[in-house]
């Protein structure tokens, strides 16, 4: 079963029903309307009007909610929260002096680790190449005719 839509109203035009030109209409009333060339969307009892009016409209769309950001104050993994809270309630002087003696104590570090390093290196009067430390081959003697 087929339903057409009325080319004026908007309304279902069921099967046996209404009048079929190059438009279809559900009735004479609509047709001659029609023919009149009056505007369905003036017209109180068309679909048309009715849309455009918000008229008829059963259920209240409810209006969109938008979402409001909720800050959370959490611990990160390394400190917990009541730690962060006590660096942020210190005195700016405070913190910088902190920070530097943590910059030289890793620069302390660093040194001794460089140190160490030059200790335990290869022998100074040898160089050794990225590849014959990674352990490849060594590359084969040039031959001459």
Not at 8 to 18: H, L, R, V
Not at 33 to 47: A, E, G, H, S
Not at 125 to 135: E, L, P
């Amino acid at each position: 079963m087929k339903l057409e839509i009325c080319s004026f109203s908007g309304y279902k035009i069921y099967p046996a029903k209404g009048k079929t030109y190059t438009f279809k209409f559900i009735n004479g009333k609509a047709e001659s309307y029609f023919l009149q060339r009056l505007n369905p969307r003036k017209i109180r009892w068309t679909v048309i009007y009715r849309r455009l009016n918000k008229k008829g409209v059963t259920e209240e769309i409810a209006k969109k909610r938008t979402r409001r950001t909720v800050k959370h104050e959490r611990a990160i993994v390394g400190a917990s929260w009541d730690a962060i809270r006590a660096k942020r309630n210190q005195k700016p002087d405070a913190r910088a002096a902190a920070r530097q003696a943590a910059v030289a104590k890793s620069k302390e570090a660093k040194k001794a680790a460089a140190a160490a390093k030059k200790a335990s290196g290869p022998a100074q009067g040898a160089k050794v190449s990225k590849q014959q430390a990674k352990g490849f081959a060594p590359k084969a003697a040039a031959t001459s005719r």
